[in-house]
């Protein structure tokens, strides 16, 4: 799909006004890698996606793609560099059909590859295929969800942000979201995502990183972190 590929986050801090809410953040995910940023309501995940699309700037630190800075970028010259950003709120263009958004975000990768297509899509994503007439806001939340991650993948990225992608669904639907992620990982699709649901995570993942108060207190795979009570409650537990 595309090169080697490494995001890396450097110490970055990042304010709103007088409020802190990033201290000194530091992430690096590989290629193929499926890592999920976890923390409460309010510890930095949001920001921190932010952050990489930019969307908000770091007042200190570096975010580097493939080893390019890209802070300080405009969110479109970073999206063209190879970052997909599929936000929290879904933001489906509702008026159009499921294959109308498919379509307006089609453009081939930073390299010019052009892995994704419709056609590619509808193997991967066989529920949007039945339903690739029928306008965007009167999908049920599960098949928005779809259809946004579907639709950054039309922009043939090396890497996609999903933000809280199990939110308010039902769980037959995070079930088939999960499904998703574990195929798209299969495939080799860089995904870095934003949540609370910890089962989820423990799914999908292979690799979590715990962010919490702004801050990152742990990286470890996967696989350990259930071991890790702990761990889990304190930073984890509602």
Partial sequence: MSRALKLELREIDVSYGASQILFGVSIEIEKGATMALLGRNGAGKTTTFRAIAGLVAPSAGQILLNAKAINGLSPYRIARAGIGYVPEDRQVFPEHSVEDNLRIAKKPGAHRQVYWNLQRIYEVFPTLYSIRQRAAGRLSGGEQQMLVIARALMG????????????????????QIARLLLRLREMGVTIVLAEQNLHFCQTVAT?????????????DKAENLERDAEITRRYLAV
């Fill in 207 to 219: 690799h979590v990183t715990i962010i919490d108060k702004g801050q990152i207190v742990l990286r």
């Fill in 156 to 175: 043939n990225p090396e890497l996609i942000l999903l933000d809280e992608p199990s939110e308010g669904l039902a769980p037959i639907m995070v079930q």
